[in-house]
């Protein structure tokens, strides 16, 4: 069995802030993890992902999370927050033979002029 | 290379009709997923294929719900009749061959948002 917790339904930052979302997982096999991003009326764009290399993981638009095993987390972070980063972001897991994605339920972001 | 494609992108019906929903994955991918997001939760899965065969159905309603992927490439999702509860977007999204040990990113289509009154 596979879960995500997301932790903040709603961060709102200042333009040219840091951005840390949070995400804590749990899997009963070793877990690939996700970071998704969807804009208003759109599909799901993969943000980066975490397949057991590296731990510390570089997605686009600057974009970074770190793998911590002990803490189960994969927090997502970005140094300066830009308006076009307003958007709702999913952390999600898979594990098992079909690789089936098990998500949290979201964080809405929202950047600040 | 063209994404995955939806159609219709909104619906709206009422209580105790049926809808039925498109799906035309990425050429050559042969897995095909459809999740149901309801507002404020994140997707869930309601049912991967691979080619034409069903995967996992586990969280499909299948008392209401089914979908076919007959020739392994487009797909169609339906739900007979609609519930209110049932009011949410549903996206597809494909990826190459699953296999095992090896992950193949998901790549998703833009939604059909339904709106059951």
């Known amino acids: 069995a596979q879960s995500v917790t997301q932790l903040g339904s709603h961060v709102s930052v200042s333009e040219g802030a840091l951005v840390l979302l949070r995400c804590n997982y749990s899997s009963s096999v070793p877990p690939y993890l996700f970071w998704y991003v969807q804009y208003p009326n759109q599909g799901l764009q993969l943000l980066l992902k975490y397949t057991s290399a590296a731990t510390l993981v570089k997605g686009i638009n600057g974009f970074e999370a770190e793998f911590k095993k002990s803490e189960t987390s994969f927090h997502l972070t970005k140094p300066s927050a830009h308006m076009s980063d307003a958007a709702e972001y999913f952390c999600?897991?898979?594990?098992?033979?079909?690789?089936?994605?098990?998500f949290g339920k979201g964080t809405l972001l929202t950047v600040n002029p | 290379e063209a994404g995955v494609a939806q159609s219709p992108r909104y619906k709206i019906i009422e209580k105790r009709q049926s809808v039925a929903f498109w799906c035309n994955p990425i050429s050559g991918h042969a897995t095909l997923y459809w999740y149901q997001q309801i507002l404020g939760q994140g997707p869930k899965l309601l049912i991967q294929f691979q080619n034409n065969g069903v995967v996992d159905d586990s969280q499909l309603p299948k008392d209401r719900f089914s979908a076919e992927r007959l020739k392994g490439v487009d797909s169609t999702l339906k739900i007979q009749p609609a519930k209110l509860e049932d009011s949410a977007v549903y996206l597809c999204?494909?990826?190459?061959?699953?296999?095992?040990?090896?992950?193949?990113?998901?790549?998703f289509g833009p939604g059909t948002r339904l709106t059951v009154l």
């Open positions: 999204a494909s990826s190459l061959k699953t296999r095992q040990g090896f992950y193949n990113e998901q790549f």
């Open positions: 999600a897991v898979s594990g098992g033979s079909n690789y089936k994605l098990t």
